[in-house]
């Protein structure tokens, strides 16, 4: 278990021991904070569904990369090594900027999961595909992983101006930039679109976002939708649920005192701001139908269309939340990376027509 302390008060010679710190919150067995404002973050996810065995034939490169020294963050590159990888068309790729789930408090792009996926990606889209890690909570509480969402597009803004990375100098389409994320990352998606549509994000004329994915978003609010409901009355399963832990990841990663219908959890809260009139990239959504989020995120596409948004809504019945990251090699993820590719196809063709 690794620990990240506080600063403890100073010591009063004589006095007696000050009594252990009582548990706050113990997420997951992963992060637990302690009422002095510790956190311990433990290294082993070996409880959690991971893939044991990552395919290492995938015509796949990767290479580790630095975003933001100051916060000590970085991001993985993919890129496919296939021959032809590139249309005639379009001698260079698409780039896929990619965020993580884990309910701002757990993840990175080392996962095994999110590895595959991003391998995958990669390799079928094909896609220069940019894994990045962001700041969690509870050390580093929301919008600190929506900043950190700018920063990589910043950074990426900035690789396209000065062309020091030989990877993206050589294969990145920087007028064909796509925003994916899911759940957590699915959250941090669209606020990256509202930015960048609001005027807030600037990314200047060598770099165009021109899709958002956005997968089974991760989003709250204080009233309790249908689905939410029906999850929370059900009998305690054995079949493992990241659902369950929705609420105390809330708690952990929002300001203190927030609730969820803070603008960082509910994007139609009372505080959030109007997206009305915010100019959004064409977007695609993926709704998983066992997921206890499917009407808030069903709630999502529909308030954004009535708004005249160009969204488009991919629907995966059966499943639950998170399957392409629990299943990247299974049959509904072969099904959404059908649906990814032929989303990005029909915007390249949008945009450069």
Known sequence: MSTIPSSPASAVSGSAPAPPPDMVEDCMGIVQLLSDGTVRRSLDYSHLPMLRHVPSDLPVQWKDVVYDAGNGLRLRMYRPTTAGRAEKKHPKLPVLVYFHGGGFCIGSFE??????????????????????????????????????????????????????????????????????????????????????????????????????????????????????????????????????????????????????????ANPFGPESAPLDDVRFPPVLVANAGRDRMRDRVAEYVARLRAMGKPVELAEFEGQGHGFFVFAPFGDASDELVRVVRQFMCTCTATSHG
């Open 111 to 264: 996962w095994p999961n999110f590895h595959a996926g991003a391998l995958r990606l990669a390799g079928e889209l094909p896609a220069l595909v940019l894994s990045a890690d962001y700041r969690l909570a509870p050390e580093h509480r929301l919008p600190a992983a929506h900043r950190d969402a700018e920063t990589v597009l910043s950074w990426l803004r900035d690789q396209a101006a000065a062309g020091t990375d030989a990877w993206l100098a050589e294969c990145a389409d920087f007028g064909r930039v796509f925003v994916c994320g899911d759940s957590a990352g699915g959250n941090m998606v669209h606020h990256v679109a509202a930015r960048l549509g609001s005027g807030a994000l600037a990314l200047g004329d060598r770099v165009r976002v021109v899709g958002c994915v956005i997968l089974w978003p991760y989003f709250g609010g204080v009233e309790r939708t249908a689905a939410e409901a029906e999850a929370e009355a059900m009998a305690p399963s054995s079949e493992f649920d990241p659902g369950k832990n929705f609420d105390q990841m809330w708690r952990l990663a929002l300001p203190d005192g927030a609730t969820r219908d803070h603008p960082t």
